[in-house]
């Protein structure tokens, strides 16, 4: 073969090396893209307030600009019908920003920029001034009661909130780097911990986050025996020939198949298949609505646990394989029987492949949304499938899961644009996860290589 | 039996016969033949090896000396491309009858292969791995005998202050004496060392062979070997086998000094091999 050589070697070796780079600047930017976008989206950014040369005003967050405009998140859905304006730079006359400007989160109609006039409490009694922001702030840390906010927004109409729909108030402008930090990190941690609310545009996604984990959790209490049983029996019990070689093939081909493709199976098989019969069986008394005949967590699980079933054979496969076979005939010629090679020398040898295998399912699955959304995964389930009713797991119900909510934030939900920066957090999160299981994985495979190394050197 | 003499068996190729009472035969290969996906390995093999004595097998690599060992073990069990015809008798009884147990014929017949090959685990545990299959499970009697193994290999006093380190991490020399230990321990009848010193350094090759040399009072050894100096120093008898046939059998002073054969002098004498 008679490869053109370019001016030799030296012209390969820049090429491949530049699209290493190329690859490496590309995973790095999308990384600092969405963990800077996402986790920026907790920081309280000063509020500006803009006077234009028509007279309007407006106050908001400055969030990006092109071709001479700049772009304000100015809130107030309600007042205004949008959320984000696009402001001349030129037009713009002054700008200024107010201390008394406070930014407030609603859990209906979104968040809320302008001025607080005055707070009434239970009681009725109104009360005016720094005297209703002291008694709002004490009524924030739990200390005192108010019924109602009355708010202005710049251009001065008026607005009356329920106390009960704040679920955060900050007058950003005022905060200095340490308070904005310490609000930093509550936007965060209630973000982590709060479920979602106002069309999962706001609020946080811990049910989102359970789901995911509680899937996967069951999912691999699945996938692992199943899994790893197979590819026992593969290499060890079964007898190599033209037939297993078909089943390696199959298994390794399987692995290739699109996922949406287990959704349909899934919901052909598990939640139709299956679920009806159960339905049939056992919960006839609530039909025709159904029970497992819909889709739910257990079937989920299921699905999942089929779609990673050969990452983990594969993986146990290899580790079984590189079992020597000096330990095996080792074992027994001290008069082990087959079964007890097995159990004593070639499982435990084989552990950390099993466990990379799991842990690859566990990253795969975590980070698949195709089939779940045929098979059981919701828009909005606040409540977490566990609780303290029997029997405690619901396995029937529905749960929500990060990367859907991801999908429905980013693409699905009322203000798609004001779910960005949510739609980042969330995929920060949802990246975070992955690394970790991947990062634990490649460990384990790294300790593994070790011992491995270690025998052969002795 | 020390008067075991070369009886010539002229006319049988492949079946010279050591001449010593039957009662005192541990291992009797009768026509034993083996091959490996029709490829033959042995081929109509006979001869009986003497009870507490250390037999060696040598000839030139790919002979079949591996083959015929593994056979009498049974570890060729695992291969099914592997055909054998003719008998085997362990101490009278055929080991391939139906009513054998493979796993306590392998016990009896235990096994060292040329790379050491300990178990990832403590030192302790290797030698124990045995001895806890058999059933033995109290601590006191384990340590025992883990202690009496390793002493009879020759390894306590080099290992006996950390029994726990990984077995790893002892050198090449040491790992076989290890697995001779391991061996040891679950007291088996006959040890089959298959070139156990081939990857060892000359020091502790030698320690390998003192230790062969002093088990024999307690089991029948045969050694597998390339090396004629190995065979001659501590077999009392010594098999040729040539392209998977039985050349010549005989007490090792006799084939070393005296043998019969044209094929064997040269091959003894680094003419061929
Ligand atoms: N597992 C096997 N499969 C196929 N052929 C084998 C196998 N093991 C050994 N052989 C063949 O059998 C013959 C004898 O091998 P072996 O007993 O290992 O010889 P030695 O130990 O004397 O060097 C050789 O030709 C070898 O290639
Ligand atoms: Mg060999």
């Known amino acids: 073969m008679n490869i053109p050589r370019l001016g030799g070697d030296g012209v390969w070796r820049w090429l491949s090396g530049a699209c290493v780079a190329l690859s490496l600047l590309a995973v790095v930017a999308l990384l600092v893209l969405v963990v800077t976008r996402g986790l920026a989206h907790f920081w309280p950014a000063d509020i500006e307030q803009l006077t234009l040369d028509d007279g309007q005003r407006i106050a908001g967050i400055a969030r990006g600009s092109a071709a001479g405009e700049e772009r304000y998140f100015t809130a107030n859905r309600d007042l205004d019908g949008q959320v984000w304006r696009w402001v001349e730079t030129q037009a713009i006359v002054t700008r200024e920003t107010p201390p008394a400007l406070l930014y407030a989160e609603r859990r209906d109609w979104g968040s809320f920029i302008g001025r607080l006039t005055a707070v009434e409490t239970p009681a009725g009694e109104r009360l005016q001034g720094a005297e209703a922001e002291r008694r709002l702030r004490r009524a924030l840390a739990g200390d005192a009661e108010v019924a109602t906010l009355y708010v202005r927004n710049v251009e001065g109409r008026e607005l009356k909130v329920a106390f009960a729909q704040v679920a955060s108030i900050a007058w950003p402008n005022r905060m200095d780097v340490g308070d904005k930090l310490a609000a930093w990190g509550h936007g965060v941690w209630r973000f982590l911990s709060e479920a979602p609310s106002d069309g999962n545009t706001a609020g946080g996604v811990w049910p989102a986050i359970f789901g995911t984990l509680l899937m996967v959790m069951l999912m691999s209490l699945v996938v692992t025996p199943f899994g790893v049983l197979a590819a026992l029996y593969l290499n060890e019990v079964a007898r190599q020939g033209p037939l297993t070689r078909l089943v390696r093939i199959a298994v390794r081909n399987l692995a290739g198949v699109p996922s949406i493709v287990y959704g349909v199976f899934g919901l052909g098989v598990f939640v139709y298949g299956l679920g009806g019969r159960l339905d049939s069986w056992f919960f006839a008394e609530r039909l025709p609505s159904p029970t497992f005949g819909t889709g739910g967590l257990l079937w989920a699980s299921l699905t999942l646990a089929l779609l990673t079933l050969p990452v983990v054979i594969v993986a146990t496969e290899e580790g079984l394989a590189r079992v020597p076979v000096a330990l095996r005939e080792g074992s027994l010629a001290l008069g082990a029987t087959r079964f007890e090679t097995l159990r004593r020398v070639v499982v435990p040898m084989a552990l950390p492949s099993m466990l990379t295998g799991v842990i690859l399912a566990v990253a795969r699955a975590a980070g698949e949304v195709a089939p779940l959304m045929l098979v059981g995964v919701a828009k909005l389930a606040p409540e977490i499938p566990v609780d303290g009713e029997f029997p405690y797991l619901h396995l029937d119900s529905k749960f929500m899961h990060l990367g859907y909510h991801l999908f429905d934030l980013g693409f699905a939900s009322r203000d798609t644009e004001a779910a960005m920066p949510l739609v980042f957090a969330t995929a920060t999160l949802l990246v975070l996860v992955i690394v970790v299981l991947n990062l634990t994985a490649i460990i384990l495979r790294h300790h593994l290589r070790a011992r491995h190394r270690a025998l052969e050197h002795s | ?273």
């Not at chain 2, 056979?71 to 009278?92: A, F, K, M, S, Y």
């Not at chain 2, 040329?114 to 178990?119: D, E, G, M, S």
């Not at chain 2, 004496?177 to 009848?189: K, M, S």
């Open chain 2, 1 to 273: 039996m020390s008067a075991a003499s070369f009886s010539a068996a002229e006319t049988q190729r492949s079946s010279a016969v050591v001449d010593f009472p039957s009662t005192s035969s541990c291992f009797d290969i009768e026509a034993l033949s083996l091959a490996y996906e029709g490829k033959p390995a042995l081929r109509d093999l006979t001869l009986r090896v003497p009870r507490h004595r250390v037999t060696a097998f040598i000839g030139p690599s790919g002979c079949g000396k591996s083959t015929l060992l593994r056979g009498l073990n049974r570890l060729h069990d695992l291969n099914d491309q592997v055909t054998r015809n003719g008998r085997i008798r362990l101490e009278g009884q055929d080991i391939h009858a139906r009513d054998v147990d493979v796993a306590e014929l392998r016990r009896r017949v235990g096994m060292v292969f040329q790379t050491p090959n300990p178990f990832p685990m403590s030192i302790y545990e290797n030698v124990a791995y045995g001895v806890r299959l058999q059933g033995v499970k109290r601590k006191r009697e384990l340590d025992e005998i883990v202690e009496w193994a390793l002493q009879s290999a020759a390894l306590w006093e080099e290992v006996k202050a950390d029994l726990h380190a990984s077995a790893w991490t002892l050198s090449g020399g040491q790992q076989q004496r290890l697995v001779i230990a391991r061996t040891l321990a679950v007291r088996p009848d006959v040890l089959l060392l298959d070139e156990p010193a081939s990857a060892l350094d000359p020091i502790s090759t030698l320690k390998i062979e003192e230790l062969i040399r002093g088990l024999k009072s307690q089991l029948t050894l045969i050694l597998v070997t390339h090396n004629m100096q190995q065979a001659a120093r501590v077999s009392d008898y010594t098999a040729f086998l040539h392209a998977g046939e039985l050349v010549e059998y005989a007490p090792t002073d006799t084939l070393f000094t005296n043998p019969r054969l044209r094929r064997t002098e040269d091959y003894i004498t680094g003419r061929v091999g």
